[in-house]
């Protein structure tokens, strides 16, 4: 079993910051990726960042703004947003492509977390 926990959600005021948190936990061989989706309301599952291995990305509309960061030790990945705005609103969630130890190496599986709301207040 596998599990990913999110904290850090919050309602916070155009041009805040805030930062989530996102721990995976289990029967974990190896964390390959990690990343945030959000999705607003009405809409579809976005990318908002991701990292593997020494590689991070964004998707367009947060760069500058938003970076993400992985601590390795704890299977844990962070993602600090700064400068929000309204359409940042959305509940974000964390996913993780992770090697099982029942599966062994090579066998990546992902995972998701169960999502943390973040609202934007203008």
């Known amino acids: 079993q596998v599990q990913l926990v999110e904290s850090g959600g919050d309602l916070v005021q155009i041009g805040g910051s805030l930062r989530l948190s996102c721990a995976a936990s289990?029967?974990?061989?190896?964390?390959?990726?990690m990343g945030w989706y959000r999705q607003a309301p009405g809409k579809q599952r976005e990318l908002v960042a991701s990292?593997?291995?020494?590689?991070?990305s964004y998707a367009e509309f947060v760069k500058g703004r938003f970076t993400i960061s992985r601590y390795n030790a704890k299977n844990t990945v962070y993602l600090q947003m700064n400068s929000l705005k309204p359409e940042d609103t959305a509940v974000y969630y964390c996913?993780?492509?992770?090697?099982?130890?029942?599966?062994?190496?090579?066998?990546?599986?992902?995972?998701w977390g169960q999502g943390t709301q973040v609202t934007v207040s203008s």
């Open positions: 996913y993780a492509l992770i090697e099982t130890i029942q599966m062994g190496p090579n066998y990546e599986y992902q995972y």
């Open positions: 990292t593997r291995g020494g590689t991070r």
């Open positions: 289990g029967s974990i061989f190896s964390v390959t990726a």
